[in-house]
Nanobody, 125 residues
Framework: QVQLVESGGRLVQAGGSLRLSCAAS????????MAWFRQAPGKDREFVAA????????DYADSAKGRFSISRDNADNTAYLQLHSLTLEDTTVYYC??????????????????WGPGTQVTVSS
């Protein structure tokens, strides 16, 4: 069982930057694909970014490419999502997720067994 806790969400001005963190309870953190999803009220949860277990590979949604950066520190059992050039459309709850599934399934939320409770990011004009 892996417990995930996100942090770092807050109110930020448009154009600003933010770093979200996801702390995992498991010492086997390095086995897991780590991903970030987000979900705005009334909308489906959408994939944002993923990083492979030893950071060999990363993947980004089109909305995140060039603005967001995912990383992880396996020694610290923590994954990160660096957000830059934030817009009002980035306002939503961000969730981290973990699983040992096939990298080919990294964008599929239903393939992730472990989720954090989420952290709210609010971008103001």
């Amino acid at each position: 069982q892996v417990q995930l806790v996100e942090s770092g969400g807050r109110l930020v001005q448009a154009g600003g930057s933010l770093r979200l963190s996801c702390a995992a309870s498991q010492h086997t953190f390095s086995w897991y694909i780590m991903a970030w999803f987000r979900q705005a009220p009334g909308k489906d949860r959408e994939f944002v970014a993923a990083v492979s277990p030893r950071s060999q590979s990363t993947d980004y949604a089109d909305s995140a490419k060039g603005r967001f950066s995912i990383s992880r520190d396996n020694a610290d059992n923590t994954a990160y999502l660096q957000l830059h050039s934030l817009t009002l459309e980035d306002t939503t709850v961000y969730y981290c997720a973990a699983d040992t599934n096939d990298w080919n399934n990294r964008r599929l939320q239903e393939r992730y067994h472990y989720w954090g409770p989420g952290t709210q990011v609010t971008v103001s004009s």
